[in-house]
C-alpha cells in the first residue's frame, strides 16, 4: 500500500535533483496548511498537499487551499507517483 509519506518523500527528491527547494509547512496558528511550500528559481512558489491514493483533503485543507488560490498562489493535491511528474513538469519543463 502506498501511503502518504512515500508519495512526499518521493515528491522532494525530485524536485530536488531538478533544483527546486521544498519547504514543510508548520502553519501552527491555522489547520489544515498544505503540506509543503516550494520555491523555484525565477522566484515561482506553489504548494502541494499530499494525500494517498484515493483520499481527498479535508474541508479545513480545502478553505486553507482557497484562501492561498485567492491570494494567486497555485496548490495542487498529489497522491500518487504519476501526479508528481505531473506537478513538477510546470515548473521545470
Given at each position: 500500500m502506498l501511503l502518504e509519506k512515500d508519495i512526499e518523500k518521493k515528491f522532494c527528491e525530485t524536485a530536488k535533483a531538478y533544483g527546486l527547494y521544498p519547504v514543510k509547512m508548520t502553519d501552527l496558528s491555522r489547520k489544515g496548511a498544505p503540506d509543503?511550500?516550494?520555491?523555484?528559481?525565477?522566484?515561482?512558489?506553489?504548494?502541494?498537499?499530499?494525500?494517498?491514493?484515493?483520499?481527498?483533503?479535508?474541508v479545513q485543507q480545502l478553505r486553507y487551499h482557497d484562501h492561498l488560490t485567492e491570494m494567486g498562489f497555485n496548490v495542487y493535491v498529489c497522491d500518487s507517483m504519476e501526479e508528481i511528474h505531473n506537478i513538477l513538469d510546470l515548473y521545470v519543463f
Open positions: 509543503r511550500m516550494v520555491l523555484c528559481n525565477g522566484g515561482s512558489v506553489f504548494f502541494v498537499e499530499f494525500k494517498r491514493p484515493g483520499l481527498v483533503p479535508s
